[in-house]
């Protein structure tokens, strides 16, 4: 099993700009695709970006591409997440995931391993 720990999390003011960690340890395969989820109150998990450890593939959701980059220190067992140009509706806790295989998805189900998740507000 792996684990996975974020940080990062935090307040700003729309417009700003955070970076999340996603820190793994245990059972970590370099051949499982990374991700990452949110959810704000209410609402369901939503996938957010995704990433494989070896090469420059990188897939987004619709809502934060340009403004997003998810990339990873291999050697460092860490996932980043660079947010720019925040805004108050990406306010959400933010969720690192592993996959169960090697394929990329935007779905919950397809991943296997989940941080507790670190908390971003956007404050307008």
């Known amino acids: 099993q792996v684990q996975l720990v974020e940080s990062g999390g935090g307040l700003v003011q729309a417009g700003g700009s955070l970076r999340l960690l996603c820190r793994a340890s245990?059972?970590?395969?370099?051949?499982?695709?990374m991700a990452w989820f949110r959810q704000a109150p209410g609402k369901d998990r939503e996938f957010v970006a995704a990433m494989r450890w070896t090469g420059s593939t990188t897939y987004y959701a619709d809502s934060v591409k340009g403004r997003f980059t998810i990339s990873g220190d291999n050697a460092k067992n860490t996932v980043y997440l660079q947010m720019n140009s925040l805004k108050p509706e990406d306010t959400a806790v933010y969720y690192c995931a592993a996959s169960r295989g090697g394929y990329i998805t935007q779905m919950t189900q397809d991943f296997g391993s989940w941080g507790q998740g670190t908390q971003v507000t956007v404050s307008s």
């Open positions: 245990g059972r970590t395969d370099s051949n499982r695709p």
